[in-house]
């Protein structure tokens, strides 16, 4: 790809204007939404594709007519502008259609993870005051099990065409009731009064604990999604963007459907990511962009290289997670020519994005003095951010760690303002407040990053994933990052266990195999021993069966923590511990945990 250049700031700062300037009239009581863009795209982008799912092509115009029918439906039963509709269904068209049908008559939608069952599923409608819940009919079962007073008065079931209906007691068929709606524009007047400030729909944080939070999605924020990520791309006619991610997700379900949206260009859509899928997808639809998570990226890479991996249509690429080494050996085997990393959580008052293509980076911050960010020196070991003899946080200096902090900003505008969950508690729980003067209120990321004098960024960890051993701060992230370097493993999950009469946590890894028995534990210790510094080689290697990830292929921790390295546990899985004088990981017994002066896992220290 050619040795990587250091623009200046100014040049930074121009490719960040190609998104920045196209949402600089954006204002939050402005009359205008998403309902407005998809009329807007259904007249003057009729017959151009929108969505190709499979074998289905769905222009703007037969969208908009789709999503006339839900609005007119939704009417029929009774919702009107202020209501909530749980939406719980796979990746398809009309999980798209449904929520921009809602949105014509002032309908806001709550998308539900499809993996929810229980009491997450029964704590989500819950939470956000559901009136009616469109359940996809494969979808059927766990709804089922809820109990009567947990599942919406009004409840609809809604199959793929030539698919059966679950038959849930008291549900409607909602193809049958859209089928018999007028696929006519609904009347402008029946969502009167929602303004681009208003929420259009509520994703569910993706948090790896507790139960989920319901984060609020401004129409203002989903259009700027789209008109800057495009505009940062680059995006023109030609374009066709790809999602593989859940809908019900920021991350593909809002960024991919707001710039389709934005630019009259289509998306394709797949029911979930597929290694084997993905290159024929790219291939047969010329599409040019994607957004990835970095996991993706990796399973990618761990196929079998062909002789045609570079003859692909890619150009560019968006997304979060690309450890440095990923990005530069994806570029390289697949000539995709820019990607644009980012930082920023779903309800996030900020974002990052690396628009100079620099290998690791989440991006630049060419005059952070102009930005509502600043970066707050953490002390991992008391689990707190450090603060001056007045009480006041302390900005970091170059190459500390630090948390990324954002000023809520009042204003109309894109920028700084922090819509919250629809949760008062939870969304007070997320800011500090009196940081640096009486009254200044910032959001938490509780992302740790550093920066470099160039102001360009690093994610170093989730804050809470980065443990102490050893009197030395170990970043799980950045030990993953480098052990992912070691052949074999498909994926590297590292963490933190506690061991009974020591303090911190010791590094542990599971690492997931196609084929267990590839693994080489003393090939590994060599490779960890050379590669880390002597405090970050994980005591612990778990041989996990199979990686234990959210459905946006985020790594999950805190259950393989509560496991440890109890051989009784881990569900069969092989444990191994370091034996440096034997200069390899050896099997897990108490004999090779007593030769290190290891305790035995206790759940309780």
């Known amino acids: ?149 947990d599942v919406p008065e009004l409840l609809w079931e809604q199959a793929e065409a030539g698919r059966p209906l679950f038959g849930l007691k008291r549900a409607r068929d909602f193809n049958a009731e859209m089928a018999a709606a007028s696929d006519a524009n609904p009347d402008r007047s029946l969502r009167a009064g929602v303004v681009m400030g208003e929420p259009l729909y509520l994703i569910f944080t993706s948090g790896t604990t507790g139960l989920p939070k319901a984060a609020k999605m401004s129409h203002m924020r989903f259009l700027n999604a789209g008109e800057m990520m495009g505009g940062l791309m680059e995006f023109g006619p030609d374009d066709v963007f790809y999602c593989v991610l859940p809908l019900y997700h920021g991350a593909g379900g809002m960024v991919v459907p707001s710039t389709s949206l934005a630019f009259g260009v289509p998306f394709v859509l797949r029911r979930k990511f597929s290694t084997s899928g993905f290159w024929p997808d790219v291939r047969r639809h010329k599409i040019t962009s994607f957004y990835y998570i970095g996991e993706i990226c990796r399973y990618l890479l761990n196929a079998p290289e062909r002789p045609d991996d570079a003859d692909n249509s890619l150009r560019v690429m968006t997304g979060a997670g690309m450890k440095a080494e990923l990005w530069e050996a994806f570029q390289k085997r697949f000539d995709v020519g820019w990607v644009f ?16 293509n620099k290998a690791g980076s989440v991006g630049r911050v060419p005059y952070p003095a102009h930005t509502n960010m600043k970066f707050v020196r953490y002390d991992v070991e008391s689990d707190d951010h450090v603060r001056d003899a007045d009480g006041r946080l302390v900005e970091a200096q170059v190459g500390e760690v630090a948390e990324l902090i954002a000023e809520v900003l009042g204003g109309t505008g894109v920028g700084g303002y922090f819509e919250g969950y629809t949760s008062a508690d939870a969304t007070e729980q997320k800011l500090l407040r009196d940081v640096f003067k009486p009254g200044d209120i910032w959001f938490r990321s509780g992302d740790l990053i550093r920066f470099d004098e160039e102001d360009y960024f690093y994610f170093v960890d989730r804050i809470g994933n980065t443990f102490r051993w050893k009197s030395e701060n170990v970043s799980t992230e950045e030990v993953a990052a480098v052990l992912g370097g070691f052949p074999g493993p498909d994926i590297v999950n590292v963490y933190g266990v506690k061991v009974p009469g020591t303090e911190g946590r010791a590094g542990m890894v599971a690492l997931t195999y196609a084929d267990p028995s590839a693994f080489d534990p003393e090939a590994f210790y060599r490779f960890a021993a050379d590669k880390l510094a002597h405090y970050a080689v994980p005591l612990f ?54 030769r290190q002066g290891l305790a035995p896992f206790n759940s309780e220290s």
């Open 541 to 594: 290697v778990r041989l996990a069966a199979q990686a234990d990830m959210t459905t946006t292929f985020k790594l999950r921790k805190v259950e393989l923590q509560r496991e440890g390295y109890a051989p009784d546990r881990v569900h069969g899985d092989p444990l191994f511990v370091v034996d440096p004088q034997a200069g390899r990981y050896v099997p897990l017994t108490p004999e090779a945990l007593a």
């Open 341 to 356: 990393e980012g930082l920023g959580s779903t309800e996030a008052n900020y974002g990052i994005t690396n628009v100079d």
């Open 1 to 149: 790809m050619g040795e990587w250049v250091l623009p200046s700031r100014e040049e930074t700062m121009a490719r960040l204007m190609r998104g920045y300037s196209r949402v600089a009239g954006f204002a939050r009581d402005q009359d205008y939404t998403v309902a407005d863009r998809l009329e807007e795209r259904a007249a003057d982008h009729a017959d151009t594709p929108f969505i190709l799912f499979e074998d289905e092509r769905l222009t703007f115009a037969e969208a908009n007519a789709r999503a006339n029918r839900v609005a007119n439906a939704a009417r029929a039963a009774g919702l009107q502008k202020g209501d909530v509709v749980a939406l719980m269904m796979y990746n398809r068209p009309d999980f798209v259609v449904t929520w921009l049908g809602l949105s014509k008559i002032g309908v806001v939608t709550a998308l539900i993870n499809t993996s929810a069952t229980g009491t997450v599923l029964a704590h989500a409608m819950k939470q956000v005051g559901a009136r009616a819940l469109i359940v996809d009919a494969e979808l059927g079962g766990p709804v089922a099990e809820l109990a009567d007073a």
